[in-house]
């Protein structure tokens, strides 16, 4: 089993560009999240959607966008990179859509960007 | 809003030892999960366990137990007997009752760092 997929695994960015994470899962799971760990810290949530075409904020949501055109697939887009978004970012899906299964979130392995 | 305090910023022991985890947490709700989390050093993190604001009951899993209090808000993690291989940051988590995204709209303490010596 795949799991949750992250790609890249790691990015180094300038100032100012743009890119997009993108996260798979194949768990027929409905709820996907973004989150981003910072050094000593603890995961913050950035975004998550509770299925296709459903998004809300997380925490910590400024300089980010994404979207949820299908169930397994849940990028996220970062327009004009700064310093400030040097993190790990981690995926997670939960919750199986048929209602059975286990139901605690499953984590991707993260993906490990620096803006310089 | 919810809040998780892992007081403990890095814990350092030697093998066998026992060694005990603490995580604080903070909600006004009612109906919350609570988890614990683990992150070796490959970085990936994994489930070990949740439980419900309502299920007091302690769980022991092999090495693992799991201490809830909801008198004093504390959801504690004792590994016995600890090995080489439990050396990792471990997290805390908490999530309030919200339907689906209940198991993974999680609240993170700021993680414990486990060091087992040999």
């Known amino acids: 089993n795949a799991g949750v997929t992250q790609t890249p695994k790691f990015r180094i960015l300038k100032i100012g560009q743009s890119m997009t994470l993108q996260c798979a899962q194949d768990m027929n799971h409905n709820y996907m999240y973004w989150y981003r760990q910072d050094p000593g810290m603890g995961l913050k949530l950035i975004y998550y959607?509770?299925?296709?075409?459903?998004?809300d904020k997380g925490e910590v949501p400024n300089g980010y966008n994404v979207s949820r055109s299908t169930t397994e697939d849940f990028p996220l887009r970062l327009e004009l990179a700064a310093p400030s978004q040097t993190s790990v970012y981690f995926c997670?899906?939960?919750?199986?859509?048929?209602?059975?299964?286990?139901?605690?979130?499953?984590f991707g392995q993260g993906t490990r960007l620096t803006v310089v | 809003a919810q809040k998780v305090t892992q007081a403990q910023t890095e814990i350092s022991v030697v093998e066998k030892e026992d060694v005990t985890l603490d995580c604080v947490y903070e909600?006004?709700?009612?109906?919350?999960?609570l988890f614990w989390y683990k992150q070796p050093p490959s970085g990936e993190l994994v489930f070990l366990i949740r439980r419900n604001s309502f299920d007091e009951q302690n769980e022991i899993s092999g090495r693992y137990s799991w201490n809830f209090q909801k008198s004093t808000s504390s959801f504690n993690f004792t590994i016995t007997a600890s090995q080489v291989v439990d050396s990792a940051v471990y997290f805390c988590a908490l999530s309030i009752y919200a339907g689906g995204t209940s198991y993974g709209k999680l609240t993170f303490g700021q993680g414990t760092i486990l060091t087992v010596h040999p």
């Open positions: 909600t006004r709700d009612t109906t919350y999960y």
């Open positions: 997670a899906s939960s919750t199986p859509s048929t209602g059975t299964g286990r139901t605690e979130a499953f």
């Open positions: 959607s509770v299925g296709a075409g459903i998004t």
